[in-house]
């Protein structure tokens, strides 16, 4: 599966939009971007997937460029319930590997 | 419907011992993935279930083993303890087979604490 690097940490603001970046260079034609959010001492929650261009579900939109080597989650709006690490995964969920690789996240600390 | 659920939440436990932590898939699920979480680490994958063996494995030794029951249910088996094994164990369920986008569904982890 590709590796991802995306910012160890970042501030906001309530009511401010969060856009978080995420770089996968070396991006399968099969992969496909995943996000996923986290709250201490919970599991990992599905957010938003998308294969290109942009994926907007209730929670986030997703805009992913035309090489693909890079991806960026929107949050629109965030308030302090989002302070949360923020996973950006690469991988083909259609392989059957099932085995998500996680790096060590961003931490979005919302601020009143 | 009901989501993954894991037993117990916390559990405390010292070095050589053994420990047992269960997973419940989420309903219509019959994939079980086991991950450890360290703190300040993002999750490390353990082992994936289906079909009731195990189908892939992360790099952990042979003191990790597990197994998946005919109703899907699992269980993660940890022998002779290390301080190091001390971290969240998530476990995450999914549908198998392939062709479609195979989101897993994570439960709330199991707290352990070898001391």
């Known amino acids: 599966l590709a590796k991802t690097t995306q910012p160890i940490s970042m501030d906001s603001y309530e009511g401010q939009e969060v856009n978080i970046t995420c770089s996968h260079n070396?991006?399968?034609?099969?992969?496909?971007i995943t996000w996923y959010q986290q709250f201490p001492s919970q599991g990992p929650r599905f957010i938003i997937q998308g294969y290109k261009t942009k994926v907007t579900n209730e929670v986030a939109s997703l805009f992913i460029p035309a090489d693909r080597k890079s991806s960026t989650l929107s949050l629109p709006r965030v308030s302090l319930s989002d302070t949360a690490v923020y996973y950006c995964?690469?991988?083909?969920?259609?392989?059957?590997?099932?085995?998500?690789?996680f790096g060590q996240g961003t931490t979005l600390q919302v601020k009143p | 419907d009901a989501g993954v659920t894991q037993s117990p939440t916390h559990l405390i436990k010292t070095r050589g011992q053994q420990v047992t932590l269960r997973c419940s898939p989420k309903?219509?699920?019959?994939?079980v993935s086991w991950y450890q979480q360290a703190l300040g680490q993002g999750p490390q994958f353990i082992f994936q279930y289906y079909e009731e063996e195990e189908r892939q494995r992360g790099n952990f030794p042979d003191r990790f083993s597990g197994h998946q029951f005919p109703n899907y249910s699992s269980e993660l088996n940890v022998n002779a303890l290390l301080l190091g094994d001390s971290a969240l164990y998530l476990c995450?369920?999914?549908?198998?087979?392939?062709?479609?986008?195979?989101?897993?569904?994570f439960g709330p982890g199991t707290r352990l604490l070898v001391l």
């Open positions: 070396n991006i399968a034609t099969n992969d496909y």
């Open positions: 995450a369920s999914s549908l198998g087979g392939g062709g479609e986008q195979e989101t897993q569904y």
């Open positions: 995964l690469v991988g083909d969920p259609s392989g059957n590997t099932g085995k998500l690789i």
């Open positions: 309903s219509g699920h019959d994939t």
